[in-house]
């Protein structure tokens, strides 16, 4: 239905920004909700952003808020995180996730495909 690629983690010192990318292909690529979500070493996947495929509605978890910015650009099927004064704490494997089902944008269970992820490295 579709795939998704992930790219532009790297390693950056602490106050440093990263821009995430997630490519979707496929035939219905751009009729999915997308969200993001990163997974911390020894730490259970916790969600970030999520923005609809619709009217481009963004929510975000509470720990990001001011920091990260979710948006898409629909004409190249592709979503971004925008990440701004980084943190060690913001260290995780990040991964770009698609929904069908609007809603419960913090349930990783309820998005249907996953990318492979990208690391994000932020050094004190």
């Known amino acids: 239905q579709v795939q998704l690629v992930e790219s532009g983690g790297g390693s950056v010192q602490a106050g440093g920004s990263l821009r995430l990318s997630c490519a979707a292909s496929?035939?219905?690529?751009?009729?999915?909700?997308m969200g993001w979500f990163r997974q911390a070493p020894g730490k259970e996947r916790d969600f970030v952003a999520a923005?609809?495929?619709?009217?481009?509605?963004?929510y975000k978890a509470d720990s990001v808020k001011g920091r990260l910015t979710i948006s898409r650009d629909n004409a190249k099927n592709t979503v971004y995180l925008q990440m701004n004064s980084l943190k060690p704490e913001d260290t995780a494997v990040y991964y770009c996730?698609?929904?069908?089902?609007?809603?419960?944008?913090?349930?990783?269970?309820?998005?249907?495909?996953w990318g492979q992820g990208t690391q994000v490295t932020v050094s004190a």
């Open positions: 996730a698609a929904k069908t089902r609007y809603g419960n944008w913090w349930m990783d269970k309820e998005y249907e495909f």
């Open positions: 923005i609809t495929w619709n009217v481009g509605n963004a």
């Open positions: 496929g035939r219905t690529a751009a009729r999915y909700n």
